[in-house]
Structures are given as structure tokens and as C-alpha cells.
């Protein structure tokens, strides 16, 4: 089974923007989810979704590395106590930003769960994309 999801998308905005709307809580819980996050070695956060028929899911874990343009935090999702591990990578480049998002480690839930994890973060992965894209956009055109 494939263990690592990788996005590569180039924004039309400085790297600083989108630096700013990955790594700030507030922006974070205007384009994706309420967040209570510190870019910031060593930082526990939380995520908390919006509560759905299925309830709400708290996503947790610790900043491992911040350096400007690089973002690298464990990943557990509500109960299951299984870490895996998001990177986001920012280069600047001559129309923006090209960002680079990768999310490793999905095997260690073993079996048909990271088939089905795998799954499941491939396509929010996806829609976080369409949602930081949006919010981007909308922030530049408001203004």
C-alpha cells in the first residue's frame, strides 16, 4: 500500500500569504478547521470539526518543525492514538507560491484501516486544498 499522500499545487500569492494561512489559527479555522495552533516547536494543537451527524472529530498532535516555509506536525485523528505525520513545504516562485503537502506514515494504522485511511485523507487533502485556494483568493480580492 501507497503510505505517503503528496499534493503540489502553485497559489497565485506570495509565500508569505500562504505561510500566514497555514500556519496562523485564526486563518486555519476560517479556510479549514477550528484550530487552536502554534506554528511553534514543540506545540501540542488541536483541530476540532464542525459536529455532523456523525459527530465532531478532534485531530491532535505536535509541531515537530516551523522554520519559515516548512511546517511539520504529527497528525492523530479523535481516539485512535495511531500518529502520522504532515508536511507543508512553501517555494517561492516566479507567478506565487508553489506548496507542497505531504502526509506519511499511513500504514501504521496496518491492514484494511489504512486502506481506508488513506482513502479518506487523499480526498481532504483535496478539498483542504480547494478550501486554502478559495480562502486565498477571497483574502486578496477583499483586500
Known sequence: MNDVIKKEVTLNHSIDKVWNAISKAEEISTWFIQADFKAEKGYRYTFTSEPNEKGCTVISGEVK???????????????????????????????????????????????????????S???????????????????????
Do not use: R
Request: proline share 1%.
Open 121 to 143: 485523507f487523499n480526498g481532504g487533502w483535496d478539498n483542504c486544498f480547494n478550501g486554502l485556494s478559495g480562502y486565498l483568493k477571497e483574502e486578496v480580492n477583499a483586500g
Open 65 to 119: 518543525n516551523a522554520n519559515p516555509y516548512v511546517l511539520v506536525y504529527t497528525w492523530v485523528v479523535a481516539d485512535t492514538k495511531v500518529e502520522t505525520t504532515v508536511c507543508w513545504e512553501l517555494e517561492s516562485t516566479q507567478n506565487g507560491t508553489k506548496l507542497t503537502l505531504e502526509h506519511s506514515g499511513i500504514s501504521n494504522y496496518g491492514g484494511e484501516t489504512a486502506v481506508k485511511m488513506f482513502e
